[in-house]
């Protein structure tokens, strides 16, 4: 690809893994105060080390690392950009970057530790609402740049399939700009009035909606680009081509169609909003699963096509086949295998009764390190492997990819040991997010830590892998960066590796974007307008403190 779009995607590549190292320290720290084995120094306090973690790895290393992979591959699939979209898609790095810096000092400051779901009651500087306004503002910035790439191209081949990787980029940032229209209503019109003092109060149930309107949609934003990995990069670097081009663009509509309407799933207990929404949402949480199914399906047959087609045979034989060695393989598989277990979590959290037993637990925390933190965390490293070398022209020796096999065991241990003890000690009852790591010395709160795995050195023990891991990969990264020799010559170059796609029996009904969308909003005004309507007319006057915690 073009010399400026490598670096485009190189800055957002280093600006998302300087996010990863303080992320990452903050979430050592965590482990070690849940511990008891840390006393912080009085000016920080675990919340504000929580929310540091939270917010820089959950919010901008993911956002930053995505768009360096779309920039790069729209750049691969459709051609160089144009001053145009060079232009935004650089300006919209800067304002995120911007946006970045301004929540991060407030946080840092302790002017800001409000978690990284940061809704209301808890209340932050209004810098810091307005720091992740500029960073929403300059996400839509990049997504216009790509989305303006993609509608040039497709003047200029009228008629033509876009390439799949395009499809996936152009699905998954239009649900991000529909999720964020809840985020950017609450930010401008509740927290920053209140924030900046022009308001006294705040509807809390009102402002934590339209927060879960965004948040649930939020953790697709994070899953499409490895979805995109496993279905446009995984075949190329397995040797064969995607299974089904049609079955592969339906899953990304269906995300479009089914992401939003569901944030009540994560609000099941509070008061404020009628059982038959909440329900209604939770049938509506059913259907997102089928795209992650369909996904599952589509990966088993693209690993026993590929086996099969080197000579494996008999009912698993086929899978001794596959290249084990090579770590962008490997660190996929393992990817995947953890979402089993995270996605049947999901399940277990949307289904009604049962989210009454692990809701505000541990067990949420260990969902979201298995789901977040392995599933989608993994693929970006795997992407990482070969995308830097790819872009700085480096090679990736030997010596990197066994210490990036090392890196990918490591982390895959320290996740299973730490989100085990979190989903066991949710089920017995404890409580996430406090920093009374002791529960006040109440005697059965101590029991729930004597089991063999539920206990906090279990945790400490994966919490602690986990950092040697995340180092690892900021060595790997750096030498990938700055230190591994420049290839020499160009058949040696490292490959962006895009399977070959068949779009002969895929319908042209698919890429019709303005039905996928109309649809999506009939289905959002559908599950939202009147339960939100109903919290605009009947919010108490001074309604700050409405939920009970
Ligand atoms: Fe979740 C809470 C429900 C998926 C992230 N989730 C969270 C939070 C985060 C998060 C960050 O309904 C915490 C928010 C907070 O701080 O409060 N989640 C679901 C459901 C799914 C789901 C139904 N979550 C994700 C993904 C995330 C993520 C993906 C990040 C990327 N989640 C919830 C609910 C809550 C929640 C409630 C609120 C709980 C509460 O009370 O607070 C579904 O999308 C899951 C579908 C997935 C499957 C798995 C199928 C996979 C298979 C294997 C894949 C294998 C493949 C083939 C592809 C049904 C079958 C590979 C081949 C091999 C051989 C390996």
Known sequence: IAVKDRKLALWNIGIAYIA????????????????????????????????????????????FFIFAFLIAGMSKTLGAFGPKVSLFAWLGLWVTAIGTTMA?????????????????????????????????????????ALLGHFVAWKKKNKGKFSPLFAYMTVATLLLWIIACLGVVATVVFQYLPWAFGFTDTINVELSRSLFWYFGHPLV???????????????????????????????????????????????????????????????????????????????????????????????LFGWLRKLPWK??????????????????????????????????????????????????????FMSVTFWLIPYLTGREFPKHLQKLAHIQIGSWAIGMLLMSTAQHLLGLLGAPRRTAYSGYNGNESAAEWFHGILSNHVTMAVGGTILFFSAMLLVYIVANLMFVSPKVQEEKNLVEFPIAESDTSHTSKFLENWGIWVGIALALIVMAYALPLADMIQHAPPGSRGFITW
């Open 220 to 314: 697709y934003f994070w899953l499409l680009p490895a979805y995109m990995a496993w279905y446009v990069v995984m075949p190329k670097i397995i040797g064969t081509k995607v299974f089904s081009d049609s079955l592969a663009r339906f899953s990304f509509i269906l995300f479009i169609l089914f992401s939003f309407p569901v944030g009540f799933h994560h609000q099941l207990t509070e008061p404020g909003i009628d059982s038959f929404w909440k329900f209604l949402q939770v049938v509506l949480t059913f259907m997102v699963i089928i795209p992650t199914l369909m996904t599952a399906f589509s990966m088993f047959a693209t690993f026993e096509t590929s086996g099969r087609e080197k000579g494996g045979t008999g």
């Open 326 to 379: 090579d770590v962008r393989f490997s660190s996929l598989f393992i990817a995947m295998l953890f979402f089993i277990p995270g996605g049947a979590g999901g399940i277990i959290n949307a289904s009604f009764q049962l989210n009454e037993l692990v809701h505000n637990t541990l067990w949420v925390v260990g969902h979201f390190h298995i789901t977040v933190g392995t599933p989608v965390a993994m693929t």
């Open 20 to 63: 990863f190292i303080i992320g990452t320290f903050c979430g050592l720290l965590q482990v070690f105060i849940r511990n008891d084995a840390l006393q912080l120094p009085k000016f920080l306090d675990y919340y504000q080390i929580l929310t540091a973690h939270g917010v820089l790895l959950a919010l901008i290393f993911t956002t």
């Open 104 to 144: 991060t000092v407030m946080i840092i400051a302790g002017k800001a530790s409000v978690l990284y779901t940061f809704y209301a009651p808890l209340k932050a500087s209004g810098w810091y609402y307005l720091g992740l306004a500029l960073f929403i503002i300059g996400t839509w910035l990049s997504s216009f």
